[in-house]
């Protein structure tokens, strides 16, 4: 009979991959982003996904060849007349069909994209200077 004492807990704390691992693992994200019949786009939203602020469209291919996992975005064209007025707290990518790649945070610093401002105003343009996805080293 096993007691509690008898087992060993074995706790990862951090997960590294080697670079073709990273290129694999970007390319796998990068080729999902364009599938489908069109390029892939951002969607700006306020807190939970609740309203959606802006919808920019990513060129088809949307990203370049991986380096080390990591992967800059080719020209994003811009949303010129924002949806809804609020504040960017999460972005979602998406494919041309709607499947939801990944998502992530919005702010002004500390976020997964960062911005100038997190307020968007109704009717405004709003633009993606530089993209850069990078796998998890």
Known sequence: CLSITDYILIKIMAI????????????AVLT???AGTGAGVVKI???GFTTLLATLTF???AFGTPVTGTATAAAITQDSSADNSGTAAVFRVEDSAGNIIFSGTVGTSGADMIVATTSIAAGQPVTI???VYAASP
Do not use: E, G, K
């Open 59 to 61: 060129s088809d291919p």
């Open 16 to 27: 590294t991959h080697s670079t073709p691992i990273r290129n694999a693992i970007a390319t």
């Open 129 to 131: 200077t530089s993209f």
């Open 32 to 34: 999902a982003i364009d």
């Open 45 to 47: 939203f306020t807190s």
